[in-house]
């Protein structure tokens, strides 16, 4: 699932929405509450991702929090860019 902490907590709501998930896969799929309860869980979990990635692809802000979680999920240095943005300093270390 993709994640990465929110920065903006203005206008935060003092009110927990519990069913949040399951109103992402009921509009994403379009089906009832009923239906999702009943889907496995692989499935379930499977059309929660593909929906949250889908509303957020909706808005500029919600394509950067995106952003931001694939960049959180990668292991490997992007060396391309890095030498694009640092230059080509490589060889032997001295020492």
Known sequence: MPYYPRQDKKGEIPYTIRTRPEKLVMDYCHINIYEVQEMEIDIYLFFLREAMI??????????????????????????EGLRERFGKKGGKSSG
Not at 55 to 72: A, H, I, P, V
């Open 54 to 79: 889908f509303e957020n692809s909706q808005t500029e802000e919600g394509r950067k929090y995106l952003k931001d979680c694939f960049r959180m999920e990668q292991t490997k240095p992007d060396r």
